[in-house]
């Protein structure tokens, strides 16, 4: 047995062991290097309640070289692509070290969840949208999280939905915007879709929509 396998192995087995840090990883397709991890969403965050899972590449060179990991659940976070779960988090990339373990980078990308790092975004739209509202931006990762993660139902309104994985869906919502901006250029005579698209890039949102007169909104939609 190569000295990786056995590291992997090990803190595998350890993981399974410790019950205290509810830290669960799985092999996939039966791989020791290639697995998944998961965790509960931190209390007090938009993301309590949720069940995150994560993939996990372990590269030929490791220990000395870091873990692959992005998410494979849904998350609304500015270090998180939205689209492709990937992950802006130092100790991925040239903060690692061979003394850190693939329970204690899980432990850390759950307290990535509890603080955002906004100027270092993986997701500039929805880093934009934290530091427009704060509290639009929890309202929107609450609902991500319900929607794609199994947490809680928030109290936000249902319009236009759809089924995903059981739970209802506001694309609204998702998008982290106000309903009756939506309606307001969809009265006018613009597809939903395209007005939630355009509305979510112009990051209208807050105090930004004082900022965006509504010809720019129009001129925008009709470039869409």
């Given at each position: ?5 056995r590291?992997v192995?090990k803190?595998?087995?350890?993981c399974?062991?410790d ?14 290097f ?10 007090d965050t938009?993301y ?5 899972e994560?993939d ?10 870091p873990?692959?990991?992005k998410?494979i ?6 270090n ?8 802006c988090?130092?100790?991925l990339?040239d903060?690692?070290s061979?003394?850190l373990?693939?329970?204690s ?11 955002p790092e ?6 500039a739209?929805v880093?934009?949208?934290f530091?427009?509202s ?7 990762a609450r609902?991500w999280?319900h ?10 309104g ?7 994985g ?14 009756a ?6 009265a ?6 395209k007005v939630?698209d355009?509305l979510?890039?112009?990051?209208y ?6 900022k965006?007169?509504?010809?720019k909104v ?6 869409a």
């Amino acid at each position: 047995m190569d000295a990786r396998l056995r590291r992997v192995n090990k803190e595998i087995a350890d993981c399974k062991n410790d019950q205290s840090s509810n830290i669960n990883i799985e092999l996939i397709d039966n791989s020791p290097f290639h697995l998944r991890g998961s965790f509960e969403g931190p209390q007090d965050t938009p993301y309590h309640g949720g069940h995150f899972e994560v993939d996990i590449v372990i590269p030929d060179s490791y220990p000395f070289q870091p873990v692959k990991m992005k998410f494979i659940t849904k998350v609304y976070h500015p270090n998180v692509s939205s689209a492709s779960g990937a992950i802006c988090l130092d100790i991925l990339k040239d903060a690692w070290s061979p003394v850190l373990t693939l329970k204690s980078t899980l432990i850390s990308l759950q307290s990535l969840l509890c603080s955002p790092e906004p100027n270092d975004p993986q997701d500039a739209e929805v880093a934009k949208h934290f530091m427009t509202s704060r509290t639009s931006f929890e309202d929107t990762a609450r609902y991500w999280t319900h929607v794609y993660a199994g947490g809680p139902a928030p109290s936000i309104g249902l319009g236009s939905t759809g089924k995903i994985g059981g739970a209802l869906r506001d694309e609204v919502a998702i998008a982290g915007l106000e309903r009756a901006h939506v309606d307001q250029f969809e009265a006018i005579g613009f597809e939903r879709n395209k007005v939630i698209d355009v509305l979510r890039r112009l990051n209208y949102r807050g105090a930004n929509v004082a900022k965006i007169t509504d010809d720019k909104v129009v001129e925008e939609l009709l470039k869409a």
